[in-house]
């Protein structure tokens, strides 16, 4: 059996104690980990391969709630776009644009960029439509390069009559049995592939999606049965947008926001996990605890697309699991969780006049075990504790930015970058040493071939020349 000993970091176990060692040690089996402990207290290790890990920080890694990863292609695209707008004008032109390579090349790229900013975990927010080869397309690189992911299955549905006219209700390309029909057979072929790979669902029942006529209350009802028998997690985007334009046009057609509509129609449940959660209704909040769902905040997609930022006291005051995630690079422009973590402490204290509600020690629980708990893994990750997977990053704070930091952890948070990260470990295994991947040695190639598919695509959809312009003028 393979052995791994991590030696002589500053770990931050995030474990229930939230125990901080000096100077710690890790010792690996296999993909878990079978001890840790001080320095001055290392038993035997014999066989094992040494890791030293002296003057860094060692942490679980990172839990990345929310992205979307053929997204990666499209960084810098929906700049100066509300959301509604940059969804209609750019997301969904250059959706229709994606073959399945795309498709591929997209999830080598956000997995490459995750590893090396920190993150081992993600959730992979599935909204374009798909079938067994376009699902295979982008659960394979996820494999090759090593890193962890729940990979969801979208359901969608289209409501007859009509749940909205604002937007044309088009048929969708299967029938609902077809639809869950072929839901089931992805997750049976991929969940636990390669012990990394974890298998849910997506269902858009959020005001724009609803207006769009995607969703029928049928396929909700329908998917919330699926994830209860087979112990799925359910992503979905909630109280998002802007609320004077899909909010309002929801709330006026329905008499309430998202979380309304979803208790009304019985299909609350502990499955959920609701992303944004923007501008939503202390009722709405207490629905969404008293179900066991969970909340992923996106504060940097927020900020981007002026939607508003999450109410982070209310949601914490309301006892919900609430997380971190990055959103999809189209409407962020970085999947560094190093990043997410400092503008969520920050954008916090900005709308809150709180300089304690978002602390450093905060962020980094939501991007690790906050996470894991919403997506329904904490039992596996989000910790260093004896038992769970071997899922562990080790940053470098001896860079010229970090030092003199004074405070590990505020130095995270606040000086450091998802690319000083030295080693990572996913499922045991090294998969990143020196900045260097170990595990996967074709990043060039993806990313020259990244930017040739991201042109052809932006090409194909008509958006060459909102996105290629050197110099915009200033309003």
């Not at 700049?79 to 509604?84: A, V």
């Not at 659960?139 to 359901?155: A, F, H, N, S, Y």
């Not at 590990?408 to 080693?423: C, E, K, M, Q, Y």
């Amino acid at each position: 059996m393979t052995r791994t000993l991590l030696t002589d970091g500053y770990l931050v176990t995030v474990d229930p104690g939230r125990r901080v060692i000096e100077r710690g040690w890790i010792a690996i089996e296999h993909d878990r980990i079978v001890g840790l402990g001080s320095m001055d207290e290392l038993p035997e290790q014999p066989g094992a391969e040494v890791v030293d890990l002296a003057g860094m920080l060692v942490l679980p890694g990172f839990v990345n709630g929310h992205n979307h990863h053929w997204a990666s292609l499209f960084k810098n695209t929906g700049e100066g776009l509300l959301l509604e707008d940059w969804l209609d004008q750019v997301t969904l032109p250059l959706m229709a644009q994606l073959s399945n390579e795309d498709l591929r090349v997209a999830a080598y790229l956000g997995a490459i960029e995750q590893l090396r900013t920190g993150t081992t975990c993600s959730l992979n927010h599935v909204i374009n439509v798909n079938d067994a080869d376009s699902m295979q397309a982008m659960i394979e690189p996820v494999l090759d390069v090593g890193i962890r992911q729940l990979v969801t299955k979208e359901l969608r549905d289209t409501p007859a009559p009509a749940f909205s006219d604002a937007y044309a209700a088009r048929p969708h390309v299967r029938d609902r049995e077809q639809e869950l029909a072929i839901a089931e057979e992805v997750i049976d072929r991929w969940d636990g592939a390669g012990g990394l790979i974890h298998m849910g669902l997506a269902i858009e029942t959020g005001a724009n999606w609803m207006l769009h006529n995607t969703t029928s209350d049928e396929i909700i009802l329908a998917g919330v049965e699926l994830a209860r028998r087979r112990g799925l997690k359910i992503t979905n985007h909630c109280s998002a947008g802007t609320p004077w334009l899909s909010g309002r046009a929801f709330e006026h057609q329905t008499g309430g926001g998202d979380i309304d509509y979803l208790a009304r129609l019985g299909a609350l449940a502990d499955s959920w996990v609701f992303v944004h959660a923007l501008h939503l209704k202390d009722r709405e909040l207490d629905h969404i605890a008293r179900s066991g769902a969970a909340i992923i905040t996106n504060p940097v997609s927020n900020a981007y697309s002026c939607d508003g930022l999450p109410p982070m006291r209310r949601l914490l005051n309301a006892g919900c699991t609430v997380g971190l995630g990055s959103d999809g690079a189209y409407v962020n422009c970085s999947l560094d969780m190093v990043q997410q973590m400092k503008f969520a402490a920050l954008l916090a204290n900005a709308t809150h006049d709180d300089p304690l509600l978002m602390t450093a020690e905060r962020v980094i629980e939501m991007a690790t075990i906050g996470s894991a708990r919403a997506m329904g893994l904490d039992h596996l990750i989000g910790s260093l504790e004896v038992g769970k997977k071997a899922d562990i990053v080790a940053f470098d704070l001896r860079r010229a930015h970090t030092t003199v930091g004074n405070r590990a952890i505020a130095a995270l948070v606040f000086s450091a970058h998802g690319t000083d990260v030295d080693t990572v470990l996913v499922d045991g295994k090294v998969v990143l040493r020196g900045g260097r991947l170990t595990a996967f040695t074709a990043e060039q190639e993806v990313l020259v071939e990244a930017t040739a598919r991201a042109h052809a695509a932006i090409e194909r959809a008509g958006l060459a020349e909102r996105v290629f312009v050197d110099w915009r003028p200033v309003r």
